[in-house]
């Protein structure tokens, strides 16, 4: 998961600028933008949040044709240095992608001649390649797109002043845009433009907006054969914004009916209902409602010290002891529901479990708004391995041994569906993967990439 945006139109880096500051919650790592002025591309950014990474020359007050990123790493290295946008080698097409491509080294290989550890840099300098040969970024995409094999939302710029914006065929990453009078303006995230005040469509599967230089030559057009949506249910669960829509559903409203089906299931007592802040709060708030129990928070959250389930390795422990603090008053000789969004390698759950009791819970249920997390994804999330992931492997009255609670309980797959409407990449909970995928050979693939 990251976040990427564009801008045609005056102002273009700042714009862009603002948008990626919406989408800071995708990408912590790094981030960086791609402007082109003057005739050329130019390239800043590096390691840390958007108003750490990015200082805009003087130069990007003229630029009209800008594209961001905010980078959550889930291929190549972990860290800022690899930052994007990506530069073609030539430098005369720039990208911004989220997502994974999943045959990348064999592209790179058979194509290009080269050994890729990042799939990014493939896919920029492939772009580019058919760029050339094509003589349009919209044709290049298109040839691009018949070649690779993933799940992507990409924004692209060529030193023509061309833009574009496309989604892959199974629509499994979110983007939309907005296009009006004097402005084209893309983002990973609806709410992004929400806070422009643009009024947004979102780019359908497999499918483009293409901006031949100007934004009075702005079209959505076909950019492969599309599929059944499959779009990736950790994006309503965990990623998105509450306020942002995706495929037409709600963040906040979808997760809402998680925990009002997760309730549902229930039959435990208890004296309260809390969320773990803040993605597990909408599924908390439909818990409470459906069962009638009160409502309390139990757990301060510290806003600044970012998400920790998207920090790299060596900073999530640390990350997560500054994340979260008990709220005595309420925790004190209670038997407390926690709802959070879901459990995936357990680091969060086993240390709230810990500080709860140290502040005098006297039960800790764990209902979890989502099923169990069972395979790696290769589509865009930062789990890899099946190692890592804590109910890989083990019983419900396992899981809670290991995290340190009373019980735990998870949301159903077909519930997911229901609450979402729609039928959903599931592959990580051990249902389908949008197409075919050979499990064991990515996760060596993905976990050499990664040291």
Not at 125 to 141: C, K, R, T
């Amino acid at each position: 998961m990251c976040g990427v945006a564009a801008w045609l139109g005056d102002d273009a880096a700042s714009a862009v600028y603002e948008l990626l500051l919406e989408l800071q919650h995708r990408g912590q790592e790094a981030a960086g933008i791609a402007f082109l002025a003057n005739g050329g591309i130019r390239l800043v950014g590096g390691p840390g949040l958007v108003r750490e990474a990015i200082r805009l020359p003087a130069a990007a007050a003229r630029a009209w044709a800008a594209i961001g990123h905010v980078r959550y790493s889930t291929s190549g290295r972990y860290g800022g240095e690899q930052y994007q946008p990506v530069a073609g080698s030539k430098g005369l097409v720039h990208i911004a992608f989220n997502g994974n491509i999943v045959n990348y080294r064999e592209l790179g290989r058979e194509l290009l001649g080269r050994s890729y550890t990042w799939d990014a840099q493939l896919v920029a300098d492939l772009v580019e390649a058919l760029y050339l040969e094509q003589g349009s970024l919209a044709d290049a995409l298109r040839e691009a797109a018949q070649l690779l094999r993933g799940a992507y939302s990409l924004v692209a710029i060529t030193s023509r002043g061309e833009l574009a914006a496309a989604r892959d065929p199974y629509g499994v990453r979110p983007l939309a845009y907005a296009v009006g009078d004097g402005y084209a303006a893309v983002a990973s995230e609806t709410a992004a433009l929400d806070s422009l005040g643009l009024p947004w469509r979102e780019v359908g599967a497999g499918r483009m907006l293409y901006c031949n230089g100007s934004p009075k030559d702005c079209v959505e057009t076909g950019l492969a054969s599309g599929h059944e949506p499959r779009p990736c249910a950790f994006e309503y669960i965990y990623f998105l914004r509450p306020d942002s829509v995706f495929e037409g559903v709600e963040a906040h409203a979808a997760r809402l009916e998680m925990g009002r089906r997760l309730a549902r299931r229930d039959t435990v007592e208890a004296d309260l209902v809390a969320p773990v802040p803040d993605s597990g709060r909408s599924a908390a708030i439909g818990y409470a409602l459906e069962r009638g129990l009160p409502y309390t928070e139990v757990l301060y959250r510290n806003r600044y010290a970012g998400r920790a389930f998207i920090a790299p390795p060596g900073e999530r422990n640390g990350r997560l002891k500054r994340k979260f603090n008990p709220i005595r008053s309420t925790t004190w000789g209670r038997r407390i529901i926690l709802v959070d969004d879901s459990v995936v390698r357990g680091d969060t759950s086993r240390w709230l479990a810990r500080i709860l009791r140290r502040s005098g819970a006297r039960e800790i249920h764990l209902r979890v708004a989502s099923p169990p997390v069972v395979m790696p994804c290769f589509l865009g999330i930062d789990t890899p391995s099946r190692g890592e992931l804590v109910a890989h492997g083990r019983s419900g009255d396992e899981i809670s041994r290991v995290l340190g609670v009373d019980s735990i309980l998870y949301l159903g797959m077909r519930d997911l569906e229901e609450a979402v409407g729609r039928r959903l990449c599931l592959g990580c909970f051990g249902g389908a993967y949008p197409f075919p995928l050979d499990v064991a050979r990515l996760e060596k693939v993905f976990t050499e990439d990664r040291r």
